[in-house]
């Protein structure tokens, strides 16, 4: 009986927090989750070309990156020099554990890193696939635009300091 009773309980622990706010998804309900092509054409821009990145790239951010896979691949078949689209699928890919498959769209992405976030994932895809060398030097290149960031923003703070008149 000991058993069943500590069975309930850890159940019951692991259960959540009924007064906990609810975290809904935006795409959840099937009306809010059409089918592929009915979604590209729903995100279709006037410049021609169309937001399937947008709509991967939003999944993403909503920790779905099995559902962003296909809407960042279709972005990249219709426009393979769309770089936010790779540096988007690398990360997807990362975070599913994909790691080698990761790393050729995140290393073309590369000049897009302004904050070094993609050489920091990089590094990471490098330690995990036991590339020890490719790691450290990704890690190193995102600590120099770390420091060059923190450089930068204390030049500005420094030129924005209002001072006593000459």
Not at 23 to 33: C, D, G, I, R
Not at 63 to 75: C, D, N, Q
Not at 131 to 156: D, N, S
Request: aromatic share 6%; charged share 25%.
């Amino acid at each position: 009986m000991s058993g069943l009773i500590r069975t309930i309980i850890e159940a019951v622990r692991r259960a959540p927090d009924p007064a906990a706010p609810v975290q809904f998804s935006l795409f959840a309900t099937p009306e809010e989750n059409p089918p592929l092509r009915q979604a590209i054409e729903f995100y279709r821009h006037a410049h021609g070309w169309s937001n399937r990145f947008i709509a991967g790239d939003s999944l993403l951010r909503l920790e779905e990156p099995e559902k962003a896979m296909a809407y960042l691949k279709t972005a990249l078949g219709s426009d393979p020099s769309l770089l936010a689209a790779d540096a988007s699928l690398g990360l997807a890919l990362s975070r599913l554990g994909n790691h080698a498959a990761a790393v050729p769209h995140l290393e073309k992405a590369l000049e897009l890193d302004e904050d070094g976030s993609l050489y920091y994932q990089l590094g990471r895809a490098y330690q995990a696939m036991g590339q020890r060398e490719k790691a450290t030097a990704a890690m190193a290149k995102y600590q120099e635009i770390l420091k060059q960031a923190e450089e930068q923003k204390e030049a500005v703070a420094r030129e924005a300091q209002i001072g006593p008149p000459r």
